[in-house]
């Protein structure tokens, strides 16, 4: 089964800092989830992500299978950007039952 | 339009009854999920229906049924309520099982 860990978890940047969040597990994937779950409780996927790198506006994420690790980026950040990332892999290699991390909360202050 | 629709969104409840929490999803996805977040913020997969059959069945007490009516609804019902039911409870659908999930807003479930 697969053991998912996350760091750090709780983090509290300035605005305009980057921010690096780390995941990371022990059984090979076929792809990795990060989402985001908002102060309010409502959980949005950000990226699922299978090799290199994807890019979604300030977020960036990446994944090196080798060494099964995988990070969230956040350039520029925000207050708004305040909230818990989490991350998910499959509990084993081609089963898509999710194991999910504890999650990283982090505030931004203005 | 709400892409996965849950309710209620609250639900408060004596211990011993019975209730059920449902999901709809608007996306036309095949698979359907429901999840646990306990009062950690842990995260845990109950159950998966693709095409209304059950493919993930994880270690959930027997009091909790799933139900698919069709692919578009996923509903949750509980016999007798416990006080370690409380928690929030996720549905969540995607077109595959490998694609991207997406979430209801979770309904809180309180056990007095």
């Known amino acids: 089964k697969n053991e998912v860990e996350q760091s750090p978890q709780n983090l509290t940047a300035q605005e305009g800092e980057f921010i690096t969040i780390n995941c990371s597990y022990s059984?090979?994937?076929?792809?990795l989830h990060w989402l985001q779950q908002h102060p309010g409780g409502g959980i949005v996927s950000l990226f699922m992500?299978?090799?290199g790198k994807k890019k979604h506006g300030r977020l960036i994420a990446t994944i090196n299978i080798q060494e099964k690790h995988s990070s969230l980026h956040i350039t520029a950040s925000h207050p708004r950007d305040s909230a818990v990332y989490i991350c998910?892999?499959?509990?084993?290699?081609?089963?898509?039952?999710?194991?999910f991390g504890t999650g990283t909360r982090l505030t931004i202050i203005p | 339009d709400t892409a996965v629709s849950q309710t209620p969104k609250y639900l408060v409840t004596q211990m011993g009854n019975d209730k059920s929490i449902k999901c709809e999803q608007n996306l036309g996805h095949d698979t359907m999920y429901w999840y646990k977040q306990d009062s950690k913020k842990f995260l845990k997969i109950m159950f998966s229906?693709?095409?209304?059959?059950?493919?993930i069945n994880e270690t959930v007490p027997n009091r909790f049924s799933p139900k698919s009516p069709d692919k578009a609804h996923l509903n949750l019902h509980i016999n007798s309520l416990e006080l370690g039911d409380s928690a929030v409870y996720f549905c969540?659908?995607?077109?595959?099982?490998?694609?991207?999930?997406?979430f209801g807003d979770g309904t809180r479930l309180s056990i007095l």
């Open positions: 059984v090979g994937i076929s792809a």
């Open positions: 998910a892999v499959p509990s084993n290699f081609g089963n898509e039952k999710l194991t």
């Open positions: 992500l299978s090799s």
């Open positions: 229906y693709n095409n209304k059959e059950l493919i």
């Open positions: 969540a659908s995607s077109q595959q099982t490998d694609q991207p999930q997406h």
